[in-house]
């Protein structure tokens, strides 16, 4: 499916996102904001297609003569989008709109109609900006940091610390006399996460990485680049580190960093409309607890997420990208 349709597909779902519980049930029709979708030029069901959505569909398609669509042409469009809302209201049927991951599209089209759609790049003068930058200088610094690889082995269950402090050491030895092996004595030893990438735990600040002992990264940052740790304890075993490169730390200026200044002064704007949103409509739904099924609940830990103004975003784990600004990049952004 088109993307547009699938938003206004979403957008249609949240007519019929349950009410809430003081509310009566009515139809998804009678509860649906009003959109202007133009002249009616089908009926499926209580779902109608409207020329504005069927000019944006159309307009998609290449004429076979080249110049203008035929009506024969314009019926196959018209059916496919009739197909779509048929589809719609199946998944409708089947109570689809009440997954998660639906009411998640729902959620974010949702703010980006009411909430976002209002921001434009030219509401926040050169000014402005200049101010934001000057008073949160050190949000745009590159800080040093230093690549590290790192071999770890464990101690307790399979062996014993001096076990684990004996095999460390002679992994070390290994190393020092051929820095070349290190990845396939990471690979084949080291007892972390970072095993698989043969042990590179990417550039990190003074400041850490999360699921690193700040231990690792202290001794690190005491190399030089080449340089092999001694053994050490840290992290529930022994470790071995050597920092491969390091990198500066690197200021910019205003000029510099002009673009990713306005995507955190837009990230604070939105903040701000989403928290007043949110507090408007609150007061509208009833919400109950049960806190004792809220305490039963197992929780297994999935892979760490960083949170991101729109929900959740993947890949925080993964080193920046060489060049890459701080900030990110906003819902509706218009450049």
Request: charged letters at 30%; proline letters at 4%; one cysteine or more.
């Amino acid at each position: 499916m088109h993307k547009p349709l699938f938003l206004a597909a979403a957008l249609a779902l949240a007519g019929c996102a349950q009410p809430p519980a003081e509310q009566t049930t009515t139809t998804a029709a009678q509860t649906a904001p009003a959109v202007d979708i133009g002249e009616v030029i089908a009926t499926v069901g209580d779902i109608q297609v409207g020329s504005k959505e069927f000019q944006m569909a159309a307009a998609r398609h290449t004429p076979a003569d080249g110049k203008e669509l035929t009506l024969a042409e314009k019926q196959e469009i018209l059916d496919q989008l009739v197909v779509e809302k048929m589809l719609y209201l199946e998944a409708r049927k089947k109570g689809i709109d009440r997954d998660p991951k639906v009411q998640k599209v729902m959620m974010n089209t949702l703010l980006r109609q009411e909430v976002y759609s209002t921001v434009r790049n030219s509401d926040f003068s050169q000014e402005e900006l200049r101010a934001y930058f000057d008073a949160h200088q050190d949000d745009f610094v590159v800080p040093e940091k230093v690549q590290i690889k790192r071999i770890f082995i464990k101690a307790g269950e399979a062996r014993t610390a001096d076990e684990a402090e004996a095999l460390a050491t002679e992994i070390r030895g290994k190393v020092v006399a051929d820095q070349s092996t290190f990845k396939e004595l990471a690979t084949k030893h080291s007892e972390d996460p970072y095993r698989r990438r043969g042990g590179d735990l990417g550039f990190v600040a003074k400041d850490g990485k999360p699921g690193v002992d700040q231990a690792v990264v202290d001794k690190a940052f005491g190399l030089e680049v080449n340089q092999v740790s001694e053994v050490f304890e840290a992290d529930g075993g022994y470790n071995v580190v050597l920092v491969a490169n390091r990198r500066e730390r690197v200021e910019r200026t205003f000029e510099q960093m002009k673009g990713s200044v306005l995507r955190k002064v837009k990230s604070d704007k939105y903040k701000d409309l989403y928290d007043g949103y949110v507090a408007g409509i609150r007061d509208g739904y009833k919400v109950s607890v049960d806190e004792n099924t809220l305490g039963a609940v197992e929780i297994e830990q999935a892979r760490r997420l960083t949170p991101h103004p729109m929900g959740m975003r993947p890949g925080a784990d993964d080193e920046e990208p060489e060049g890459a600004e701080p900030g990110e990049a906003m819902p509706g952004e218009d450049e």
